[in-house]
């Protein structure tokens, strides 16, 4: 594809609003900010689990949770469909009755954050304890509604057993402690209400929408120096040469070169990104 000068502002305009409007519309995704305390939950990606074991005779009931607070739950293979949560599930419980002698049987599957309806709240402290909490929540089961309260400690350290607190057929308290439990940046920003958006983002993990309308800035102050480079450059090759046409275009010998060279980069990227899948087919290289 070759992009035609004159097209070529349009051209970053659509790529920024296309970039500024992905931004905009993020949901839930791991980075957290309230109370002026910054947290990149990142790093807690993957499902993890937490436990509790009643005995209530002559059975024993098994509570069973597994979670990813950042993504839905991957289906377990080799379980039944209905003994699973529905897909888009982050957290599930399950409740299992064992009995001596005789097959573990689920008696219930329960839900308790669903990505279409996280609705995600937060509460943070700083000192004397640090840590951040968040609330997520599920659909209702058993005309409750479900929910799931994740209290995540500050421990540098390193990440502990999530631990199954309690659950009273409505909200799962879980504890957890992992350094994704301290906060990135601490205080002296805008103050969390009051939405102050001086659009720095100097930081690498500055506030979402800061960050936001930081890049939509970005992009129009590239646009308005693409602008004023192609009208002054014409307007220099008119006085100067007396061009007329394509000739106006400042430098364009280069600018012809670059599209050319965008489909180089472009081809460097996917080969790099490629070499697994193309050694599993015999080193064959699809052109
Ligand atoms: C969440 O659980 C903790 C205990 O783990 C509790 O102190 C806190 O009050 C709970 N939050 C809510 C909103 O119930």
């Known amino acids: 594809m070759i992009i035609r000068p004159r097209a070529f502002p349009f051209f970053i305009l659509t790529l ?41 005779p002559p059975t024993t009931m098994v509570d069973s949770l597994s979670f990813n607070i950042c993504n839905d739950l991957k289906p377990q293979s080799g379980v039944a469909e209905q003994d699973q949560c529905p897909t888009g599930t982050r957290a599930c419980l399950t409740k299992t009755n064992k009995k001596d002698s005789e097959t573990d049987r689920i008696v219930a599957v329960i839900p308790l954050a ?24 599920g659909p209702t089961y058993s005309l409750l509604p479900q929910s799931l309260n994740l209290t995540l400690f500050c421990d540098s350290e390193g990440i502990s057993e999530p631990k199954f607190v309690g659950y009273d057929g409505s ?25 102050g958006n001086n659009g720095e983002d100097g930081s690498k993990d500055g506030e979402e929408k800061d960050v936001g309308s930081g890049v939509g800035w970005f992009f129009l102050a590239l646009i308005l120096a693409f602008m004023a480079y192609f009208g002054l450059g014409a307007y220099y090759n008119y006085s100067t040469y007396g061009a007329r046409g394509a000739d106006l275009i400042p430098h364009r010998d280069f600018w012809k070169e670059v599209p050319y060279m965008l489909a180089d980069v472009v081809s460097h990227l996917c080969s790099s990104v490629r070499p697994r899948r193309t050694a599993s087919r015999g080193g064959y290289i699809s052109v």
């Open 171 to 195: 909200q799962l308290d879980l504890e957890w402690s992992a350094p994704a439990g301290c906060a990135v940046v601490e205080g002296d920003k805008s103050p969390p209400s009051g939405g």
């Open 114 to 137: 669903q990505t279409k309806i996280l609705d995600p709240k937060y509460s943070a402290s700083a000192s004397p304890t640090k840590y951040l909490s968040i609330l997520l929540k």
């Open 16 to 56: 920024a609003s296309i970039l500024t409007n992905a931004d905009d519309t993020t949901p839930f995704d791991c980075h957290v900010t309230v109370g002026g305390l910054t947290f990149d939950l990142t790093s807690l990606d993957r499902e993890y689990s937490a436990s509790r074991t009643r005995t209530t």
